[in-house]
């Protein structure tokens, strides 16, 4: 079974920075790509930012210029650097990965369970 474990949400105030990592355990073969989704109260999930398993990423135009994504692939580890955070990148982050337990097996979509960022004022 594959769990994908954040931490690293928190509060902090405008301006300031968090980095959020995000690791698969268990039984992974293969994993196609990692990204960060974020959900606001009242809002819908939406995509932050993703890498894939040959490093091409994709930001959120929110996240362009103060967010960057990156990977360790030797323990199946994304993080999310977050800078100049403002009051609107409040969030419950959640983390996500496309990724097979086989070895030719098809593969599935996993997400973590949310670390909260809150950002002051």
């Known amino acids: 079974q594959v769990q994908l474990a954040e931490s690293g949400g928190g509060l902090v105030q405008a301006g300031g920075s968090l980095r959020l990592s995000c690791a698969a355990s268990?039984?992974?073969?293969?994993?196609?790509?990692m990204g960060w989704y974020r959900q606001a109260p009242g809002k819908q999930r939406e995509l932050v930012a993703a890498i894939t398993s040959g490093s091409s990423t994709n930001y959120a135009d929110s996240a362009k210029g103060r967010f960057t994504i990156s990977k360790n692939n030797a323990n199946n580890t994304v993080y999310l650097q977050m800078n100049s955070l403002k009051p609107d990148d409040t969030a419950v982050y959640y983390c996500n990965a496309g990724l097979r337990t086989t070895l030719r097996g098809p593969y599935y979509d996993y997400w973590g369970q949310g670390t909260q960022v809150t950002v002051s004022s």
């Open positions: 268990g039984i992974v073969f293969n994993i196609n790509y």
